[in-house]
């Protein structure tokens, strides 16, 4: 019995990570063409010659530590 609980907690730890990875993606935060960022391009892109910034964020809109 006791074999079958330790699986059962390393089967719901193992799914757990990959549901919070999932949760962080890339948004877009700024446009720059070199080292300014030109007017009426934030936060993205639209046109050539410009640079996308991207920042890993959670749901709530936060950078969380170490993500970035």
């Known amino acids: 019995m006791a ?3 330790g ?3 390393c089967a719901l730890s193992a799914g757990g990570a990959g ?3 999932a949760k962080i993606k ?4 700024e446009c720059t063409n070199g080292n300014n960022a030109p007017p009426g391009q934030q936060p993205a892109c639209q046109g050539e010659g ?3 910034v991207s920042e890993n964020q959670n749901p709530a ?3 969380p530590p170490g993500q970035n």
């Open 26 to 29: 890339p948004v877009p935060i």
């Open 7 to 9: 699986a059962a907690v």
């Open 3 to 5: 074999i079958g609980a």
């Open 19 to 21: 549901v919070a990875d």
């Open 61 to 63: 809109g936060q950078a």
């Open 50 to 52: 410009l640079t996308q």
